[in-house]
């Protein structure tokens, strides 16, 4: 079945790929990619490994060269009336286009970020994007639906928007990669399952990233489990910076924001060098210690130590499992928005003396925390996109404590899926199954 039926009426012509220079000057398009199947050249399958495996045969992720140019798909809708747009007042001080893959892109996530990418919230009101949307064979007409949506909004910034359920269409030239789309947790699946299937998503889209993205192409991984899903990627991805890949631990930043303030009667505004350090899930720590309110510690605003190490700790930890018992659903909204808040802390100075928290990847870290994982952990960015890591933290023993015991289970995941990583035989031997906000 064609997945889009062929416009036939005269108004209608087919759509061109520009050049760099033009992007930024160029008519809206939207063009659906179609669905192809894999050439075995460019897109190796990856081998089902379960984490009890005990082959001697495993080995490190190869590098996937890049992938042939594609050539434009035919446009739909009024994106195939082209206009001249050199002469129009409002699009001479625009920036050169940029292009922002999505996965997941039909789900309830994406139904809320997509139009605050569009909108031009997240990177600007003078910034042009192309969006690229992937999905699923299930999911496409789902796409498709999202994709009129996004026409019928009429976002000037909005240039392009296409849709495909091969990532190394989708990926193709990405500068930004928002990878939101993964398995849930279904009944009596084991933490180590989820491991291995989620991983084996996103060691394909490692892959994908790497044959045909951009070679400074910023990833966001927010499909749990978020921290090892992100190791598997950038350790699939070589020719892209290991530090250029972040997962998702900025709605439990946003979480602890919340709740200082309700607890010292300001509003949230007040909260600032808040820290989510470790894990995306229950071992995860809510840093009260380098947190401040007005300016002032935490610890002297807020002077319950016990709420702080015991209530406040364990609302951070198991917010996502209680939304989800209210709402019947894991949490979709105040993903979105958190997500659009960690794009706009990369591409936005951080305030004078302020942090933000990002799980990356832990390589020459000041912390002494275990390096090659992805570990939660303060960061300050200068609005081009890249970070470094905050040096004036303090730690006290209830702080490291609870540090290594995240640290332990990040570890324990990598050995998960050591098969998936390059690094031989894959043993799990998880210290217990914490549930991951949201994985149910």
């Known amino acids: 079945m064609a997945v889009v039926a062929e416009l036939s009426s005269p108004s209608y012509t087919k759509a061109t790929r520009l050049n760099s220079s033009q992007l930024s000057l160029s008519s809206n398009h939207l063009s659906y990619l179609r669905r192809k199947s894999f050439r075995p050249n460019t897109r190796p399958r990856n081998v089902t490994v379960s984490c009890s495996i005990t082959s001697d045969q495993v080995q490190a992720p190869i590098a996937v060269p890049a992938a042939e140019p594609k050539s434009k798909t035919e446009c739909y809708g009024v994106f195939c009336l082209t206009y001249d747009l050199r002469a129009e007042e409002e699009t001479k001080a625009w920036k050169k286009l940029i292009n922002i893959a999505v996965s997941g892109a039909a789900g309830m996530i ?33 796409l498709e639906g999202v994709a ?11 240039r392009e928007v296409s849709i495909g359920i091969d990532p190394y269409e989708v990926f193709q030239d990405a500068e930004w990669a928002l990878l939101i789309g993964a398995k849930p947790r279904g009944p009596g699946m084991e933490r180590a399952g989820l491991l291995d299937i989620n991983g084996q998503i996103f060691a394909e889209q490692g892959k994908a990233l790497n044959a045909v993205a951009s070679r400074n192409v910023k990833v966001i991984v927010v499909g749990n489990p978020c921290n090892t899903n992100t190791l598997i990627c950038l350790k699939n991805a ?46 995860q720590v809510p840093d009260f210690l380098n947190a401040r309110i007005n300016g002032l510690p935490v610890k002297e605003v807020i002077k319950d130590r016990k709420w702080l190490e015991e209530e406040f700790t364990e609302t951070i930890q198991k917010r996502g499992g209680v939304l989800i018992k209210k709402w019947g659903r894991s ?6 928005v958190s997500i659009a808040d960690a794009i706009k802390s ?34 300050r960015s200068k609005g081009d996109g890249d970070y470094e890591l905050v040096k004036d933290v303090i730690f006290d023993d209830y702080l490291l404590k609870r540090i290594t015991k995240t640290e332990a289970e990040l570890l324990a995941e990598k050995r998960c899926v050591a098969h998936l990583i390059g690094e031989g035989i894959a043993f799990c031997d998880l210290p217990e199954d914490t549930m991951l906000p949201g994985e149910m």
């Open 110 to 142: 994406s139904n809320h970020l997509l139009f605050k990418l569009a909108s031009g919230e997240v990177f600007g009101p003078d910034q042009p994007i192309a969006l690229k949307l992937l999905g699923s064979e299930r999911s496409f007409q789902a």
């Open 148 to 158: 009129m949506e996004l026409e019928d909004s009429l976002y000037p910034l909005l």
């Open 331 to 336: 949490s979709a909204a105040s993903t979105a």
């Open 346 to 379: 990369l591409v936005t100075p951080t305030p004078e003396g302020d942090w933000f928290s990002s799980a990356v990847h832990t390589n020459g870290n000041p912390y002494g925390i275990a390096e090659d994982t992805v570990f939660s952990m303060p960061c």
């Open 238 to 283: 070589p020719n892209i910076p290991a530090k250029n890949f972040h997962a998702l631990t900025r709605l439990d930043e946003n979480r602890a924001k919340c709740q200082l303030a309700l607890k010292a009667g300001v509003f949230y505004d007040k909260v600032s060098n808040m820290t989510i350090w470790g894990n995306h899930s229950t071992t």
